[in-house]
DNA sequence: ACTTGTTCTACAATCGTTTGCACAAACCGT
DNA sequence: ACGGTTTGTGCAAACGATTGTAGAACAAGT
């Protein structure tokens, strides 16, 4: 049904190579020819088979994107910005969501080896070792996760975190509470280590809770630890679960900001309407996401990119959700 | 780097058509060439090249997935549905995101031609035609979307909306407003028309403003025109603009839901975080996503899936943005 | 021992491209 | 008009698998 090259090629009354050099290297070519092939081609509706191509070439113009869970709200402005560029780059992506799975992971990475030119490979949990061991079959590149060696795109909430340590502790506020998220996460080791410098610096005190999921229900069930501490604000690892704290101290009665301030992070959800609305650390997901599907694509070409790590800083945004602390 | 069938094949001692029929059909081999064949392979680290086996069976183990925008929070689980029954049935997914432009569209499914086994056009805006020459040369699911002679997945909000009309009627309402959707959605018109039939059948008033597109931004601006109509009560078209809604009430001083009642649609955002909780038409997303994939499974083998709609039902929750009617 | 029949494996063509190489035609200056 | 460059095309061999067909090996029936 689908035409090939050597039906175009009998049209055009010229051979099968001269049909793909119309395409792929036009300026070898004669102008007439080219233009007669190009006639031919579209009359008959041809289009490249890029799984042929990819073959022979061994460059498949796919990449393959993996992320811990479409569903968090973090992830679709990512991958919006990286199948976005692709497309811009004439590329298509793969995406696999892994459920936080290692063995899905594993297993999904699996079925698009050979299929793909490049890896993005999002907050994977997937240790060390394997992550290079990939990384010397197909170009990789990390998203909000660092591997000696690799090259990363990391959206950079420490400045972030500092400002949010510097606004709390402006009014007031002498205790926080961190809400961890997932263990193996290298943002949530980067904001509690942002945290922890700066609450130090500041003097303040610092209270780590968690491991948490980082989902609204999380953060409900925080919220009640945060209770039983004497802090007067907390730091989420993520927006769903500032939500939930929110929503769970409004249930038991405390007030925000009144009683207690709340700091989100990421910064995806429309946060106009959380009451208060949330004073979060704001992630530019999207620029991440076309920065990361950049530099694969660099790297692909002549130099092995040299694994730099990029990183774009998010911003303290304050809303509602931040206030004085309460006298005690 | 990668090892190939012929390697593997000279390892065992065998040829490359015993080694490949070792993987595809291994009852047609000698249990002991059989297992020596596998040793081989795994000591090499051998795996099928999907792209070589595509080529010449045609079939990819792919299939490409085509949302309007990934962004907007109804889809991630849609596509979380689909990647996921994917993944368990051993086939990759494209996704593109074509942000409600025909032309990325249509560019997109021309880069997944050939690449895929089959196609999922989600609340796709490509005319009828279009569509139909697509099916044409790839099996095609449509998702919140009709289009005669394929087959479709639809979440049915017809009964939602009915369940809607008649909580607000016995609620005393007597005049609503519909918030449109996109001018070309399928889920739009349908809800649209669900509105229509039940109100005239409830002998309620109905106005229908927009179109909008279904953004928080654009319930914001909708909800200045909801207070200008005698309407009290409003239903969006999903839930993003139904918040957006709630936001500019609460500025404009309008209470919900003494003055207003609101309904959304999608149930997609964890809604306990609205003030007040949004009553909203609940879809079964994932459901829908991973159905959509089983079908467009069954419908590549043997006979050609005659196309049938399946319908997943949508649910009203009834949370607080809903409540009687303001006495006039 | 010779046919007949099974069972297993190898050969070779094929899928739709790309691409190095050879070769023909046209062009140049002399 | 003639060697020597260009310049433009065609041939054929890959790429890594699948698969129809044919033949080797062996067992069994007569």
Redesign the interface.
């Known amino acids: 049904?689908?035409a090939t090259i050597h039906e175009v090629a009998r049209r055009a009354g010229v051979s099968a190579s001269t049909v793909s050099r119309a395409f792929s290297s036009p300026d070898l070519l004669r102008e007439a020819t080219r233009t007669a092939v190009l006639a031919a081609a579209t009359e008959l509706g041809y289009?490249p088979?890029?799984?042929?191509q990819?073959?022979v070439t061994g460059r498949?113009?796919?990449i393959?994107m993996l992320v811990p869970?479409?569903?968090n709200?973090f992830?679709?402005?990512l991958?919006?910005g990286a199948?976005?560029h692709a497309?811009g780059a004439?590329?298509?992506?793969?995406?696999?969501?892994s459920?936080l799975d290692p063995t899905?992971e594993a297993?999904?990475v699996?079925?698009?080896?050979?299929?793909v030119d490049g890896l993005l490979l999002c907050s994977t949990q997937l240790p060390d070792d394997t992550l290079t061991a990939l990384a010397a079959?197909l170009p990789t590149v990390l998203v909000n996760r660092t591997c000696p060696g690799l090259p990363a795109v990391l959206v950079d909430t420490a400045s972030g975190m500092r400002d949010a340590v510097d606004h709390l502790a402006a009014h007031g506020h002498r205790g926080l509470v961190y809400l961890s998220g997932p263990a193996g996460s290298w943002s949530n080791a980067q904001r509690r280590h942002a945290l922890r410098t700066h609450t130090r610096r500041r003097g303040l005190d610092l209270t780590v809770l968690g491991p948490y999921l980082p989902s609204?229900e999380a953060g409900v069930q925080a919220a009640d630890r945060v209770l039983d501490t004497r802090a007067t604000a907390v730091v989420a690892y993520d927006d769903?679960m500032a939500?939930?704290v929110?929503?769970r101290l409004h249930e038991r009665g405390a007030s925000v900001p009144a009683d207690v301030s709340v700091v989100g992070c990421d910064d995806v959800?429309?946060m106009?309407?959380?009451?208060p609305a949330l004073t979060t650390v704001s992630a530019p997901c999207e620029v991440v996401g076309r920065a990361a599907v950049e530099l694969l694509l660099a790297g692909r070409g002549g130099a092995p990119a040299r694994p730099t790590d990029t990183r774009y800083p998010g911003q303290l945004v304050v809303r509602a959700s931040t206030g004085p602390a309460p006298r005690r």
Chains 1, 2 share one sequence.
Do not use: C, H, W
Not at 272 to 275: E, K, M, N, S, V
């Open positions: 049904m689908a289009t088979n890029r799984v042929a990819g073959l498949t113009g796919n393959g869970d479409i569903a709200p992830f679709p402005p991958v919006k199948t976005n497309l004439d590329m298509s992506v793969f995406l696999a969501s459920d899905r297993r999904a699996r079925q698009m080896t050979r299929q079959e609204y769903q939500l939930g929110l929503s959800l429309p106009g309407l959380a009451r």
